[in-house]
């Protein structure tokens, strides 16, 4: 009998991931606010990281669009125009997420100011996250199995939807909760008066501001994204369950790193960092789950 796997990784994985994120915000209920006082301090390495570390995750929808463009390939020369039109949508989205959350960082880099600055500095910022990630789909369609076009369209199509899915729902939650930053409170007289519970929510407080939306992270919506890549290994030619599993462990790595450094730059409590994790997680599992069902 074949082993039980979720995101072609054993499904021991799965509750492991699901169990250290419950043990997080456990933990995050009763010393959130201790344990930003100990972590929170903001370096330019942290920044660095919190600017560029998000291309890694954005890196799998080019990747999605690779498996998209070569499942649809396969299928026939009528799916040839839906094959390009989805990878290049893979591609946008990387670029767009990119540029709408981080772009600020390029341009600032390239001396741009708006309404002052020549504008083809903020079309460089722009092509400067086209270069980065227009190589991925090239290498991607190289290193794919075609023998299965069903599970590579199942799964590209799951890593888009999903990352979709998981950026509104947390967008959503973030207004639900309306919970104030520690980089906001630490600004404060008394910071610990204006400091709230993850339970303690008033809906709707935050609207614009973003000094009120700490829950959950945004960005560990974006870190994990990563949980995605051994259905990606899944896929390749030389694929195994070894090296689905190191990939699991990387990614691993790198949301714990991510979750880190939320904490260290003073933009997010523990129980933000988990609850933004599982939520992601979960919602990659489900749909990928479902998609590739489908699809066998």
């Not at 199942?154 to 909760?177: F, H, M, T, Y």
């Not at 870190?223 to 190191?246: C, G, Q, W, Y």
């Not at 933009?267 to 590739?292: K, P």
Request: contains cysteine.
């Amino acid at each position: 009998m074949k082993n039980k796997t979720i995101m072609a990784v054993p499904i021991s994985g799965f509750f492991a991931v699901i169990a250290v994120c419950f043990i997080g915000i456990i933990i995050g209920s009763f010393c959130d606010f201790n344990i930003n006082i100990s972590l929170a301090n903001k370096t330019d390495i942290g920044s660095f990281f919190a600017t560029y570390g998000s291309y890694f995750s954005y890196a799998l929808y080019p990747a999605a669009g690779a498996c998209l463009y070569v499942g649809f390939k396969k299928k026939g020369q009528k799916y040839s125009m839906i094959a390009w039109i989805l990878l290049i949508l893979g591609c946008f989205m990387a670029v767009y997420y990119s540029n709408s959350y981080n772009g600020k960082a390029v341009r600032a880099l390239l001396g741009y100011n708006a309404g002052e600055s020549p504008q083809f500095l903020s079309v460089l910022a722009w092509l400067f996250w086209v270069v980065l990630y227009c190589w991925i789909p090239f290498v991607m369609i190289r290193v794919l199995d075609d023998a299965n076009p069903e599970k590579l369209i199942a799964v590209g199509a799951a890593i888009l939807v999903a990352g979709i899915v998981a950026d509104n729902v947390n967008l959503w939650l973030k207004q639900v909760a309306s919970r104030p930053r520690y980089k906001y409170l630490i600004t404060l007289d008394n910071p610990v008066s204006e400091f709230r519970n993850w339970w303690e929510m008033i809906p709707n407080l935050a609207g614009s501001n973003d000094n009120f939306k700490s829950w959950p992270s945004g960005n560990m919506t974006i870190a994990s994204m990563m949980f995605a890549l051994p259905l990606l290994a899944d896929l390749t030619k030389k694929r195994s369950e070894s090296r689905n599993i190191r990939c699991f462990i990387v990614a691993c790595i790198f949301v714990i790193i991510y979750g880190y450094n939320r904490i260290h730059m003073t933009n997010h409590f523990l129980s933000d960092v988990c609850f933004g994790t599982l939520i992601t997680y979960l919602i990659y599992a489900v749909v990928s789950t479902a998609f590739i069902k489908i699809a066998e």
